[in-house]
């Protein structure tokens, strides 16, 4: 089977995608979406609070709500999508293989791929929490999915470990529908999510948060029955004498979120360390041409918004790639991370004849600061300067390529993006050390 573009995973990123490809004059017709689960709409589905559709609708709405307009506009453009059908692997010449209802297990070749696989959960063994392994232990995206979409509650007392936004969204659900969290346990010393989740889920529902904390064992044969809990030191040691044992029926944890990846090992394409996803130019397009990649499947994000925003920019990629406007680059640029810079996306700037105005550098840095300054140098040369402010590692920054920048980035060899911190207003601490 052949099909010009195939969209791996049918989230926010896969979907405004096909729908964005097709508003840029693509047919429906050559459009596929694979989507392992039976209904659209990926993390969208489970997410019935409010706080989506910002960028896109220009609306704050539920996840269902926006996961059912995209459904929607796929629906209405004919757009084919073929639900419980997993793709199994990619080849670098771009021939998928799948398990479906509806092809069985066939190959298809596309000329043009969308990586938009999202992300999973990190496992409960990440943690190495000593005791049994009873049931009723979670994650807190299972957590979210089980009470969401099932409708069963987990349990009736629950233990949670971890408190980013997830975390804190799943224990406020927990309780609005009848269930008791005893308390959160965070290891650091402060929230691990927003300030305003903080408040909602769990100032506003009484549920106790222990920063400093962490669950070191599980108690339970069938089921679970207990957890230890223990004070942290500052590298998240447990201090001896300070264990508490609190009797629970369930254990939900939450230790973080990585792209989905695995299918496209056989591809070539290069991964990059911190983000987990691929390496990317500023088009979305990974090493190997042709396949482009958008969503948490490139990096994790805070907010769907910037989701959509690379949706678009894969979108109208796909159209300049059919075009043959990105055939070979004239120059490749390379972004390089430094002082208290965690990642960037993209990873290099490949110039071709369009100018690089208007092109995107999305970064994030690798702690909680107050007052930061980001920096741009171009080959050794200070560039740009701007005061960020306020920023934690959860957020992401954002450089725009304006015209000016464009005109000095174009012939660089080497890009590097650095984040300082400003003391009483003026001084500019350099201690930081480089992270490459
Ligand atoms: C609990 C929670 C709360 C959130 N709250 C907010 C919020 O308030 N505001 C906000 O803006 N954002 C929020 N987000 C973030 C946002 O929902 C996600 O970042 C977004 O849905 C990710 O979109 P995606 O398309 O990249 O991935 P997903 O939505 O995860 O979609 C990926 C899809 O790919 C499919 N897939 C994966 N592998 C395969 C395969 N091999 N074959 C076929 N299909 C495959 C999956 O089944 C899935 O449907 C929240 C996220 C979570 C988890």
Do not use: W
Not at 116 to 137: D, F, N, S
Not at 139 to 164: C, D
């Amino acid at each position: 089977m052949k099909k010009k573009i195939v969209i791996i995973g049918s989230g926010p990123a896969g979907l405004i995608c096909a729908l964005c490809c097709c508003q840029n004059g693509i047919e429906p017709s050559d459009i596929l979406i694979i989507e392992r689960d039976s209904e659209i709409g990926g993390t969208l589905n489970q997410c019935i609070h409010s706080g989506f559709g910002k960028s896109y609708l220009d609306e704050v709405i539920t996840g269902t709500e926006l996961a059912s307009i995209l459904s929607d506009g796929i629906r209405q453009l004919g757009i084919e999508c073929v639900t419980n059908s997993t793709v199994l692997s990619v080849d670098k010449s771009k021939r998928i293989r799948l398990v479906s209802p509806t092809y069985g297990y066939c190959t298809i070749k596309a000329e043009a791929i969308v990586l938009a696989m999202g992300c999973r959960e990190k496992t409960k063994g990440a943690l190495q929490i000593g005791g049994t392994r009873p049931a009723g232990v979670f994650s807190a995206g299972a957590v979210q999915r089980i009470v969401n979409i099932k409708g069963y509650m987990p349990g009736k007392k629950t233990v949670v470990l971890g408190s980013g936004d997830l975390a804190m969204i799943v224990a406020r659900r927990l309780t609005i529908e009848g269930g008791r969290v005893i308390c959160v346990c965070e290891p650091k010393e402060y929230v691990e999510g927003s300030d305003e989740k903080y408040k909602e889920c769990l100032q506003d529902f009484g549920i106790p948060l222990y920063c400093s904390h962490t669950v070191t064992k599980i108690f339970g044969k069938e089921r679970i029955e207990a957890v230890e809990i223990a004070h942290v030191d500052k590298r998240g040691k447990a201090i001896k004498g300070t264990a508490k044992k609190i009797k629970c029926d369930s254990f939900v944890y939450q230790c973080g979120l990585v792209p989905e990846n695995e299918i496209i090992k056989e591809t070539g394409i290069r991964l990059d360390t911190r983000t987990r996803g691929a390496y990317v130019n500023q088009y979305f397009e990974t090493n190997v041409k042709g396949v482009f990649t958008c969503g948490n499947a490139v990096r994790i994000h805070d907010l769907v918004d910037y989701i959509v925003e690379e949706a678009l920019i894969v979108a109208s990629s796909i159209c300049k790639y059919f075009n043959k406007e990105m055939e070979k680059p004239k120059n490749v640029i390379r972004i390089k991370n430094g002082d208290r810079v965690l990642y960037s996306v993209p990873q290099h700037l490949d110039v071709y004849d369009e100018s690089l105005e208007g092109s995107v550098i999305y970064f994030r840095v690798n702690g909680r600061y107050d007052n930061l300054l980001i920096t741009l140098k171009c080959d050794g040369k200070e560039i740009y300067t701007r005061e960020k402010g306020k920023m934690s590692y959860l957020e992401t920054g954002k450089i725009l390529i304006t015209q000016d920048l464009a005109k000095e980035l174009e012939k660089a060899k080497e890009i590097v993006i650095c984040a300082s911190e400003k003391k009483n207003g003026n001084d500019i601490d350099n201690y930081g050390k480089n992270n490459e």
